[in-house]
């Protein structure tokens, strides 16, 4: 199968009188051996239903074809949903493989089958939320990587003690074991961004509790790292009342005081959550 270069996707963008959007974050991929790298990196097989974020105009989604069983791609600009089944036709010899979803995927809730895996390039604005309410919303999806942009994803990656780690680490650890898995240069998207990307990858674990516990859990997580270098006791302490009162609740969990948000990893705000009072 013949994928997408340069010179299709700037031809795709003609017809379509299209023009970049920066607010839905729209850097499209123009480098074919990029896209085939990413989804060997994820371990696409023939047995797999893959997601996909923010598809485009096709290049990530003729590559992913090639491998998986099927793909659902969602997107939120109508006329890249419409001309995506159009695109594919024209390169791919089953193009009921795909299924395109016009929408935006922070409000995505179902989907016509039970994804597996996720290969995506998403946008730089949202793609901690997406990632999160994806793998919040979809337990089937397993593993996958997605291309952001650098800087979120050494935040992802993040192990606790460092200044990348934060809420969004913390986050993503309730599901997944996290890491980076590439570099991606500037040069492959177009427009070209001016910030760089790496890919990270994830593997679905079992969460360390149950969705009201996970409530919980982020609701600490969150004051925790709202000032970021304030001790535990005294970062917590809105949310219980007082310093003394978090102060009690972190030594029954066995947790020091003293210590800021950045030096706990998710079993540690789980031990929290677990002797603190129910107030959410």
């Known amino acids: 199968m013949t994928l997408l270069g340069a010179a299709q996707i700037r031809e795709l963008a003609a017809q379509l009188d299209l023009k970049p959007s920066k607010s839905l974050g729209q850097n499209f991929v123009i480098d074919s051996n990029v896209c085939t790298k990413i989804v060997r990196t994820a371990g696409v097989q023939s047995d797999d239903i893959c997601l996909e974020i923010g598809p485009g105009l096709g290049s990530l989604t003729l590559a992913i074809l090639e491998n998986a069983k099927e793909v659902i791609a969602v ?3 109508s006329r890249l949903a419409q001309q995506l089944p159009i695109t594919v036709a024209q390169y791919f010899d089953h193009p009921e ?8 995927a922070l409000k995505i809730n179902e989907l016509p089958a039970a994804p597996t895996v996720l290969v995506a390039n998403l946008p730089y604005n949202v793609s901690v939320p997406v990632l999160l309410h994806l793998l919040e919303k979809f337990p089937s999806i397993r593993s996958g990587v997605v291309m952001v942009q650098a800087e979120v994803a050494d935040r992802l990656a993040a192990k606790p003690g460092g200044k990348e780690y934060g809420i969004p680490s913390v986050k993503a ?13 500037r040069s492959i998207f177009w427009p070209a961004p001016n910030v760089d990307s790496k890919l990270v990858g994830f593997t679905r674990r079992p ?13 600490i997580i969150d004051n925790a790292f ?10 917590l302490s809105g949310l219980y009342g007082s310093s003394s009162a978090a102060e009690q ?5 066995g947790i020091d005081p003293t210590l800021r948000g950045e030096a706990l990893e ?8 677990a002797v603190a009072p129910d107030i959410f």
């Open 75 to 77: 997107e939120i600009d």
């Open 97 to 104: 493989n795909l299924t395109v979803i016009n929408q935006d």
């Open 173 to 185: 650890a309730w599901w997944a074991e996290v890491k980076n898995v590439g570099t991606v240069s």
């Open 207 to 219: 969460t360390p509790g149950n969705e009201e516990m996970r409530v919980k859990v982020f609701t």
């Open 226 to 235: 709202a000032q970021r270098r304030k001790m535990l006791r005294s970062a």
């Open 249 to 253: 609740i972190l030594m029954k969990a």
């Open 266 to 273: 998710i079993q540690g705000f789980c031990k929290i959550a």
